[in-house]
């Protein structure tokens, strides 16, 4: 968050923690005979890592999964470092801040093996690519004495399409089964939020929900059970009275059909309300649906204010962000929606 002495920030994202640790409890429940750990990568998916850190570790969570090494030293204070898994692995650069904190990074190439072997490492994680080919270690690498010297406790793959019904996922199911055999790991984790609706054959020892934590649907069977946690609101600008024909915004996208009151809010793509929510979006105000009409600019967004003759400049309206909802009237995907969340709200947990 930006500060500003003496000043109200215009934007603020409602944050619900009780949610968070339902969707959390859902999620380890759905995860059967496996432990459910949490990726709070990008800033725990925008809401702020910190804060999630610490209400998962209190409802339970012992292993929580970042990208970068940054990304760790931010939440050591709060869990134990050898509670954190550093995704991206070990650099070159990585070796002197990877044995001062103790976190353990995910190894994701027979460079990076050799790196922390030489390092005298330590306990680590191995990434196996079972198909996604992004990160892992791809099947034909795996040699003879390759894990030689590593103390490996968690051996791990990731879902491609878990979120869709398709043979791609019973693939990498198999090939990862065939693989493990030859890392000598002590645990095994293969499920992130979507995967743990595909039953206990993807549970194995440890799951790493995400987006589902934050209140993503990942698979249709979620939605009964999984709460929206963030709630952007932003406050009125101006309010004007526009007559039929008026055009609103850049390019004169939207043109009022009649005579309209128009509400001006301080929100825009700077915070991570995108193009994609132009002519398409809407918040609330007093149980009252205000459509966004006219494009999404940097700083700036318009709403059809017609319908809420009491809405008054300095008064704060809620987005529609619920993020399946969100996501199919903006075209982005719901890991967007959070990770694009800005640094000006004002983030206030409940």
């Known amino acids: 968050m930006i500060d500003a002495p003496g000043a109200q920030m215009p934007l603020r994202l409602r944050l619900d923690g009780g949610a968070l640790t339902s969707n959390y409890r859902f999620l380890a429940n759905a995860s059967g005979s496996g432990v459910a750990g949490a990726a709070v990568k990008a800033n725990g998916y925008g809401l702020g890592a910190r804060e999630v850190v610490a209400r998962l570790s209190k409802a339970g969570c012992r292993d929580f999964f970042v990208a970068h090494w940054a990304e760790a030293f931010a939440i050591a204070d709060i869990v134990p470092p050898d509670q954190i898994t550093v995704l991206n692995g070990v650099g070159e650069g ?11 990074p995910m190894l994701n190439s027979p460079a990076q093996i050799e790196r922390w072997r030489v390092a005298g490492g330590g306990r680590c994680h ?32 990731h879902l491609a399409s878990a979120d869709e019904d398709g043979p791609q996922n019973a693939q990498q199911l198999a090939l990862f089964r065939q693989v493990i055999s030859m890392v000598p790991a002590q645990r095994r ?6 995967g743990i609706m595909l039953g206990p054959d993807y549970h194995f020892e440890l ?10 649907i990942a698979r249709p069977q979620m939605a009964a059970f999984i709460k929206q946690v ?3 609101q932003a406050q009125v600008l101006q309010i004007r009275d526009l007559p039929a024909a008026a055009p609103v915004g850049y390019n004169a996208t939207f043109r009022c059909p009649a005579a309209m009151r128009v509400a001006t809010i301080s929100l825009g793509y700077a915070d991570g309300y995108l193009r994609g929510f132009s002519n398409s979006g809407a918040a609330k105000f007093d149980g009252t649906s205000l459509p966004v ?33 969100a996501s199919r009237q ?19 947990w409940q």
Do not use: C
Request: overall charge negative; aromatic content about 8%.
């Open 126 to 157: 191995v990434m196996i690519d079972s198909g996604i080919n992004r990160l892992g270690i791809g099947p034909e690498q795996i040699s003879s004495g390759l894990f030689d010297g590593l103390d490996i406790d968690i051996v791990a793959s």
């Open 207 to 216: 799951t790493r929900p995400g987006l589902s934590l934050y209140g993503g």
């Open 189 to 194: 984790s293969f499920a992130n939020s979507a």
């Open 94 to 104: 990585d070796i002197m801040a990877a044995l001062s904190l103790g976190a353990r």
């Open 293 to 325: 009409i006219g494009r999404v600019s940097m700083d700036l967004v318009t709403l059809d204010a017609s319908g809420v003759q009491n809405l008054r400049e300095g008064d704060w309206v809620e987005l529609d962000y619920t993020l399946a909802d």
């Open 330 to 348: 903006s075209g982005l995907s719901q890991y967007e929606l959070l990770a694009g969340l800005g640094q000006r709200y004002w983030r206030g």
């Open 230 to 232: 963030a709630f952007p």
